[in-house]
């Protein structure tokens, strides 16, 4: 037997090979979401970049808003390996129906994947935790979704290179498609793997304090569909947008669900339960600062940083399809019809501007391409593998180091871990602050070590939080309401992504982006010292029921 089957369960390396390929599929679709929503120019659908990431931040926050319903239904009615199973074959065919050019399909392919993801997300990772149950495995769990969590972002590296060539080289389509592809490879590896984890597909019995589904459905989902159609056809924008206006009136009910979970909880269930809400709502703000990597990260990644590609590395980023083509040509641009009235009212000479592609607005004059010349640039969507490159190989780097402060029973818990994620988050931001200053507010173009280093330091943050909280849900959930608590944890990150996309849309109102920036520093430094108050408290609640 070989260490890892001695520590971990056989149905790891499945479960580790499914989440990989699903994430492959899901992050393929994200890397080129906003890119293939803002294009007017090669079949993308030429949205406004405040829309865009209006649509960006509704989409991943509606696919962790499901998983609630998911979880229920697989902890009440379906089991994990069904809903798994439905809610992988729906995503697949999601990201296939994107492939189709129109609006039309467009909309239908997104709801088809948040369906999916609520049917998939929280189920697998609750299956995973079950693994972990037995008193052979308990010890491991923290290690186990590390691991488990590698392989979400083993397929989130490599998508973004497939993504890259596909669209270079065939159109927007034929990227959707591959996302597809994978989808169903990863449903296929964990079909072979049933046997690994039958025994872990176990639905728990309920208590007398519980809700049945019919009266769960009637009294929570129905109010929160009625909430959002509320506050999409409400007259003017509450929150900023229709879509942000019936997400909040939608999710309230869901929150209210979750609240009377406490509320109704006996005495054994009360503290963990307590806990596990504190915990989730302060996660938020970390899902809306490091979900911004789809949005104001990648129109960074686009319009601020220096992506041209030195001659000797040329070859081999033609050779795999990720070369970005961008032609410096001067057009003549009419003035607009107010500026052409004003300038003939003030008997100004009227003149035709000039206008070029935007990657050539913040480089200096002199050196400006000849007209005509085209640059190669590396692919702006590649900038989205650099996160899934951090966590692949650091962590092997986070475990050992954990295991090394076990040894000397200096480990920190699993909230402490929290904590220093959200603080190391912080200082991601301020290193967006700082390439801020050096390309002088967007005035000239910067390196994109900047990028890459901020996705290093975000990277180590999440870590410590992100798999953290998914083995934190696994510990201290009544073992009859994990997946619908797991579904609360991806609610949370659900409300988070959603806010994400409300921070990103104000990107273009923000002169100074160094503002932008800090903004998002001082919102999880805020988050954190929340968490920092209740530390005491959540640490003995986790000792006392987390094993």
Not at 118 to 135: A, D, E, Q, R
Not at 247 to 270: M, Q
Request: charged content about 15%; aromatic content about 14%.
């Amino acid at each position: 037997m070989t260490s890892l089957q001695r520590k971990h369960p056989k149905g790891l390396p499945f479960l580790f090979f499914t989440e990989m390929w699903e994430r492959f599929g899901y992050y393929l679709m994200l890397g080129i979401f906003l890119l293939y929503m803002t294009d007017a120019e090669t079949g993308g659908l030429g949205m406004t970049n405040d829309k865009a990431s209006d649509v960006f931040g509704t989409y991943i926050a509606l696919v962790f808003i499901t998983p609630f319903i998911g979880g229920l239904l697989a902890d009440r009615v379906l089991g994990y390996r069904l809903s798994i199973s439905i809610g992988g074959i729906l995503m697949g065919l999601g990201y296939m129906l994107l492939a189709i050019p129109g609006e039309y399909s467009f909309f239908l392919s997104l709801g088809l994947m948040i369906i999916g993801n609520g049917f998939f997300k929280p189920n697998i990772s609750t299956l995973l935790g079950n693994l972990y149950n037995s008193p052979q495995f308990k010890a491991n769990k923290d290690a186990g979704y590390n691991i488990f969590y590698m392989g979400i972002n083993i397929g989130a590296f490599i998508c973004n290179f497939i993504a890259a060539y596909l669209r270079n080289t065939y159109g927007w389509g034929y990227a959707f498609f591959a996302a597809g592809v994978g989808m169903f490879i990863g449903i296929i590896i964990f079909w072979l793997g049933n046997k690994h984890y039958a025994e872990a597909d176990v639905r728990k019995p309920t208590q007398p304090e519980d809700m049945s589904v019919s009266k769960i459905l009637g009294i929570v989902l129905l109010p929160a569909i009625v909430a959002g159609a509320l506050g999409w056809f409400i007259p003017g924008e509450i929150f900023g947008s229709d879509s942000t206006d019936a997400f909040i009136f939608g999710a309230l009910p869901i929150v209210v669900f979750y609240i009377s979970l406490l509320v109704r909880s006996n005495a054994e269930d009360r503290k963990p339960l307590s806990a596990l809400l504190a915990i989730m709502g302060v996660v938020v703000i970390f899902w809306a600062i490091f979900k911004q990597n789809g949005t104001a990260l990648t129109l960074w990644a686009k319009y601020y940083t220096d992506r041209e590609i030195p001659a000797q590395v040329l070859p081999v980023a033609k050779a795999v399809g990720v070369v970005e083509k961008v032609t410096y040509e001067k057009e003549s641009v009419p003035l607009a019809d107010e500026d052409f009235r004003v300038a003939r009212d003030n008997k100004d000479k009227i003149i035709m501007t000039t206008d070029y592609p935007l990657y050539f607005k913040n480089i200096p004059e002199q050196q400006l391409p000849k007209e005509g010349e085209t640059l190669q640039l590396i692919s702006t969507e590649l900038f989205q593998s650099i996160n899934p490159f951090f966590v692949v190989i650091l962590t092997p780097l986070v475990i050992g180091f954990f295991a090394l402060l076990r040894g000397f029973k200096l480990e920190p818990g699993t909230p402490a871990k929290i904590f220093w994620g959200l603080v190391i988050t912080a200082v991601s931001t301020t290193l967006m602050v700082a390439a801020v200053y050096v390309g002088m507010n967007g005035q000239v173009k910067v390196s994109p070590w900047w990028l890459i280093g901020t996705y290093g330091i975000i990277t180590i943050g999440e870590l410590c939080l992100s798999p953290m909280g998914l083995s934190l849900v696994s510990k201290l959930s009544p073992p009859r309401l994990t997946a619908l608590m797991m579904g609360g944890w991806m609610l949370s990150t659900s409300i988070g992504n959603k806010l994400s996309g409300v921070l990103a849309s104000l990107w273009d109102t923000y002169e100074d982006k160094s503002h932008f920036f800090m903004v998002n520093c001082l919102i999880v430094l805020v988050a954190a010292i929340a968490i920092l108050t209740m530390l005491k408290w959540l640490s003995k609640i986790v000792k006392e029921h987390g094993g």
